[in-house]
């Protein structure tokens, strides 16, 4: 019997915050990010869960779309990202420059 192979977490980037707060970033800035992105998407969920460098965390003063739990985790130097899992996606939300504001 074969070993089943992980499942690697997929990306949506396709929120229109996220997006916008993306493409407003600075050339340097962009670069950690789609870094971060690069490296998201060559991870499983356990993987992205165990990370330590990512710092992945619940968010629970707040929910999400159709009452999903919100995460937070380390996107780029000096960024964090929220998001929540929906099946194998991780659905991003928007970024934030400093981490308390992610919470909020």
């Known amino acids: ?8 977490l997929r990306l949506d980037l ?6 916008r707060q993306l493409f407003s970033l600075s050339r340097n800035e962009q670069h950690n990010v789609l870094n971060t992105l690069r490296r998201l ?3 499983t969920w356990e993987e992205l869960y165990m990370d330590a460098g990512l710092k992945w965390e619940a968010i629970l003063s707040k929910k999400g779309p159709n009452g999903k ?3 937070t985790f380390r996107i780029g130097k000096g960024f964090r990202d929220v998001g929540y ?10 970024l934030h420059p400093d981490h308390d504001s992610a919470y909020h």
């Not at 019997?1 to 690697?8: I, Y």
């Open 1 to 8: 019997m074969k070993p089943q192979k992980p499942v690697l």
């Open 14 to 19: 396709n929120n229109p915050v996220f997006q």
């Open 41 to 43: 998407a060559k991870m």
């Open 69 to 71: 739990r919100l995460y």
């Open 85 to 94: 899992r929906h099946g194998s996606w991780l659905r991003l939300l928007s």
